[in-house]
């Protein structure tokens, strides 16, 4: 198993360019997110999806859209990029089939800056 | 909504030391799972450990082991024995439990920075 892949590594932009972020998992996860990290501030939320064609916003959605048409892929896409949203995007996954514990499995993460 | 507070900015620790870092969190749940994470310079996020909130007694895994207090909403991470290859971002994570539509959702603190010093 490959697990959590994402694609890019790295990326540049310029503000009001738009991209995906790519993510894909070959694990049959039910459960896929984006979180942003930046400093001091941890992780936080962007968007879950917790099956093919159903998704919902987390903490920090604005600028972002996601969709979900495979279990096995979940695309983040910034539609007119901005300097606030520098930062190292992870994608993660689980199974979220109710059971007592549900480690998530993280991507490696993808550093984007917006100049 | 739930709150995860990483007092420690950064933390250093002497070779063969033990070390503790502190996490407080915020919840009106009675259920919940609480987890610190390691991230290396590598950036990849690995799980250390794990707590499940009804259970009292504290989890440990090999050097490393939790301070659970449940009253006093508060988490702490012990590393014992300190190794270079313990030097990396520690963050502290609250998920509710049990699952609902909203999944398998973490809140992660801001993120410690431990220093291992040969």
């Known amino acids: 198993n490959a697990g959590v892949t994402q694609t890019p590594k790295f990326q540049v932009l310029k503000t009001g360019q738009s991209m995906t972020l790519q993510c894909a998992q070959d694990?049959?996860?039910?459960?896929m997110s984006w979180y942003r990290q930046d400093p001091g501030m941890g992780l936080r939320l962007i968007h879950y999806?917790?099956?093919?064609?159903?998704?919902d916003q987390g903490e920090v959605p604005n600028g972002y859209n996601v969709s979900r048409s495979t279990t096995e892929d979940f695309p983040l896409r910034l539609l007119s990029a901005a300097p606030s949203q520098t930062s190292v995007y992870f994608c993660?996954?689980?199974?979220?089939?109710?059971?007592?514990?549900?480690?998530?499995?993280f991507g490696p993460g993808t550093r984007l800056t917006v100049l | 909504a739930q709150t995860v507070t990483q007092s420690q900015p950064e933390m250093s620790v002497q070779e063969a030391e033990t070390v503790t870092l502190s996490c407080t969190y915020d919840?009106?749940?009675?259920?919940?799972?609480l987890f610190w994470y390691k991230q290396p310079p590598s950036r990849q996020m690995i799980l250390v450990i794990r707590?499940?909130?009804?259970?009292?007694q504290n989890a440990t895994e090999n050097r490393f082991s939790v301070n659970f207090q449940k009253a006093a909403k508060s988490f702490s991470l012990k590393i014992s024995d300190s190794q270079l290859g313990d030097a990396a971002m520690y963050f502290c994570?609250?998920?509710?439990?049990?699952?609902?539509?909203?999944?398998?959702?973490?809140?992660f603190g801001g993120g410690t920075r431990l220093m291992v010093k040969p």
């Open positions: 993660a996954s689980s199974y979220n089939q109710g059971a007592e514990f549900d480690e998530q499995f």
């Open positions: 694990m049959n996860h039910e459960y």
């Open positions: 999806s917790v099956g093919a064609g159903i998704t």
């Open positions: 919840t009106s749940e009675s259920d919940y799972y």
């Open positions: 707590q499940e909130a009804y259970k009292q």
């Open positions: 994570a609250y998920r509710r439990a049990p699952l609902d539509n909203a999944g398998n959702m973490l809140t």
